[in-house]
């Protein structure tokens, strides 16, 4: 798995939009594979990529022509018109301003008269994509990835499921009241995400944190669904500082010497390695050190202190390379 950390949820964004443009540009349709698949979300985290691609696209730079979409998620009993439903979001958002051929935009109908059937079906037309490239997620409070809650079954495939009290509050945000959220969402399963080629997750905000250190330093739980992550060969996870404030592992970025590292070791760093940094200018720098989870509350504000004329980057050890 890969972590790339960026200073905020825009550089987060702009870090996946220009991934996405990339693997859209170098994408060659051939008669057996003519589109890349898509999956996607919906939610507020991958709001700063959709308004990238939009503009790349108006710029003259990126085409959707060879692109199909698979949407996660969406609510039970929403007509496709209605402002809260992820269809209209969507549309809102990304298709309504992209050159996709509108027939390769799917979506769970979630006012469909039999919603085991809408699943099944769904399940059907990716496989008769050739399945998901690059199935891109956000991830609730609770770790969910989807709609898929905690104590979903990690080999789960689309279908229907009841969200829970804490999803349908936090949800909230988007309608008018708490009353107006579906208690029940058609949802892609954790199973049908891990069939994709490659996972993208997008994790920002300081309400993450906590589901960010259970999906990548705890272990594979159904109870933080995101975590299931750890199986796929190829899931990359871009989140931003304020998401990684509960992350245990880290490794902070200065210049190596004595004094630094007695100030260090006074903070309860238990293993430190050193690596080259760069050729230039830097012979040494310090890599890796984990820190007590009781020390992280000033972890920041000591380290600044201390270095103050060092930039400090918080890189995850898995960091830049699929382990
Ligand atoms: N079903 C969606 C998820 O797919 C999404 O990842 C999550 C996070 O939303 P946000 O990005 O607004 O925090 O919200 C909903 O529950």
Redesign the pocket.
Known sequence: MRLIIKKDKNQAGEYIAKYLKDRIKGFVPTPTRPYLVLGL???????PIYKLLVEYHKAGELSFKHVATFN??EYLGLDKKHPFS?HYFMHENLFNHIDIDHRNVHILNGMASDATVECENYEKTIESYGGIDIFL?????DG????NEPGSSLASRTRLKS?TRE?IL??S??FDNVSQVPTQ?L?VGVGTILDAREVIL?V??H??AMALYKTIEEGVSHMWTASALQMHKRAMIICDEEAIDELKIKTIDVKYNNNNFNVLHSLGVKSLRETPKSKVTVSKSFAFAQVPFAVLKDWRSTIKESFPHHHLNHHHLINHKYK
């Open positions: 979300p919906t939610g507020s985290s991958p709001l996660m998620d992820y997620g956000g991830m609730g409070v969910h990835i989807a709609f969200l999803t936090v949800n945000r988007f969402a949802t997008i920002t905000g309400s993450k």
